[in-house]
C-alpha cells in the first residue's frame, strides 16, 4: 500500500488537487466559463505531448512537434487564403503533418541519425518554411461553422469539443501503449534497442510509425489552433514544444525510454493547466510563466533520479535487460508487465 501511495503518479494526483485549491482562491477560478477555458488553453499541448509520449518511450525525441503544427497552420492559411475549400484542407493538412514526420523518420530510423541533433534541425527548418509560405502575414476569417469546435463547449457542460478529441487521442494512446504488444514493444526498445531486436521486435518500422503519427498529431493540433485563434501565421505555437516535452517528463516519462504511463502524461498536464490559469488569473507576466515552465522541466528531469531507488526497487527492469543481453533471443517484453499497465 506505501508503494502504491509513493508512485509518481499519486504524487501528481496531490500535485493537481494542490493546484486547484489554491486557485480556487483566485476570483473566477472555480467558474464553469473558467474551467472551460483552462482545458481548451492546453488542447493542443496536450495532443502535442501525447504525440511525444509513445517517442520518448524509446529512448528517442521529437523537439520539431510545435514547428510542424506552426508550418501547418502556416499551409492552412496559405491554401485558405487561395480559395481552397476548408473540407479539402483538412486531409491535405494532416497529410503535409505526416510528411513532416516521415522526413524525421528517414533521418533517425534510416540513416541513424540522433534524434536529438535531427529534430533541433528540423524544428528550425519548419518553422522557417512556414515564414516561407507566409512571411510575416497572418491569414483570417475561417469559417464560422467550424470555429465553434474549436472554441466552444458541449451544450450544457463545461467540456469543450478540443477536449473530447484530446480525451479521445489520450485513450487511443493509453490502449497502445498498456494494452497492445506494440506497447511493451515501446518499453523494449527502451530499455535496450538491440536487446529488443533479438527478442523479435521490429524496432525500425515502430520507430518510423511513431514519427509519422506525431507528424499528424501535430497536424490535427495546427486546426486547432487556426480555428480557435481564427489566425494563421507562421509563429503559431512557437515554444510549445518545451511546454509538451515538459508536460512528458513530469508525467513521469523517463528521457531516456522504458518507463512511464499515460495516466502520469495526464495528470501532469491537468496539474500544469491549472497553474498556468492560476497564473493568469493573477496577471502574472508570460516571462515569469517560461521561467515556471523551464523549473518544471529540470524538476521532471531531476525527480526521476531522486526517486530512483524506490522505484528500481519497485519494478527491476535493469538486470532484466543485462540478463537478455547475454542471452540473445530472450524475452525483453516478459519484465514490462508492471510499469506499462498503469493507464
Known sequence: MLDRLLRWESVLLLLC????????????????????????????????????????????????????????????????????????????????????????????????????????????????????????????????????????????????YATVLVLFVGAVIAVLVHKTTVGRSLYAIGLGKETARFSGIRVDRVKFALYLLSGGLAAVASLIYTLRYNSARADNANGMELVAVAAVLLGGVSIFGGRGTVLGVATALLAMAGLRNVLFLDDVSNEIQNVITGLLLILSVLVPVVFKPRRTKDAPLEPSVVDAERRPGADAGGELRRDHQGV
Not at 501525447?50 to 523537439?63: C, K, N, R
Open 17 to 160: 488537487v494542490g493546484v486547484f485549491a489554491f486557485g480556487s482562491a483566485s476570483d473566477g477560478f472555480a467558474e464553469q466559463g473558467n474551467i472551460s477555458f483552462l482545458l481548451l488553453d492546453y488542447s493542443e499541448v496536450a495532443l502535442l505531448a501525447f504525440a511525444l509520449l509513445p517517442i520518448v518511450l524509446t529512448g528517442e525525441i521529437d523537439l520539431s512537434v510545435a514547428s510542424t503544427l506552426g508550418f501547418c497552420s502556416a499551409l492552412t492559411g496559405t491554401l485558405w487564403d487561395a480559395g481552397m475549400s476548408f473540407e479539402t484542407i483538412v486531409p491535405l493538412v494532416v497529410l503535409a503533418g505526416v510528411a513532416l514526420g516521415s522526413v524525421n523518420a528517414v533521418l533517425v530510423v534510416r540513416f541513424g541519425l540522433p534524434s536529438l541533433a535531427v529534430t533541433i534541425g528540423t524544428l528550425g527548418l519548419y518553422r522557417g518554411l512556414a515564414y516561407v509560405l507566409l512571411g510575416d502575414r497572418a491569414v483570417t476569417g475561417f469559417p464560422e461553422n467550424y470555429r465553434p469546435f474549436a472554441t466552444d463547449s458541449i451544450p450544457g457542460t463545461f467540456l469543450p
